[in-house]
């Protein structure tokens, strides 16, 4: 990441203590990796990264931050507990190139939402469904 993280509409929500996301993902996308993102001194930092998805919901875009059980390997460990606000990135493979696609997570958005099942909340706060997440990109208005 050169420039920092390009926002795009992004869902988490907390199943007990551990931080799902639900990014945005085309049909004809493979997930490749995730990373967490922030801005610090002097520009960008990554504070934790995974490669190669274990999941069927991993590989389209739905994991738990920082856990072995969604990615088969950790390239950045987090040292200590997730800051109150960052970028998540999606890294992904789209028309032969792999690139990049940011969520910014607001912690304190999900520890106040009061989500059912199959929600998520932005960091705007708005409640969403998976569908309605994966519908925001134009790669899926497409018929």
């Known amino acids: 990441m050169t420039n920092g993280p390009v926002e ?28 967490i993102v922030v801005r610090g001194e002097g520009g960008f930092k990554t504070i934790w990264s995974a490669r190669e ?38 890294v992904h493979i789209r028309d032969g190139e792999e690139t990049t696609r940011s969520g910014y997570v607001d912690l304190d958005k999900a520890r106040s939402a009061e989500l059912a099942d199959g929600e998520f909340v932005t960091h705007k706060g708005d409640v969403m469904t998976r569908a309605e997440i994966d519908a925001q990109l134009s790669c899926n208005k497409r018929k």
């Open 53 to 90: 998805p274990r999941t069927a919901e991993a590989r389209e875009g739905v994991f738990q931050v920082n856990s072995p059980r969604d990615f088969a390997t950790v390239t950045k460990e987090l040292s200590g507990s997730l800051p109150k606000t960052f970028y998540l990135e999606l």
């Open 8 to 35: 795009t509409p992004s869902g988490f929500r907390l199943d007990g203590s551990a931080l799902v996301v639900a990014m945005p993902v085309c049909r004809d996308e493979t997930i490749t990796g995730s990373e």
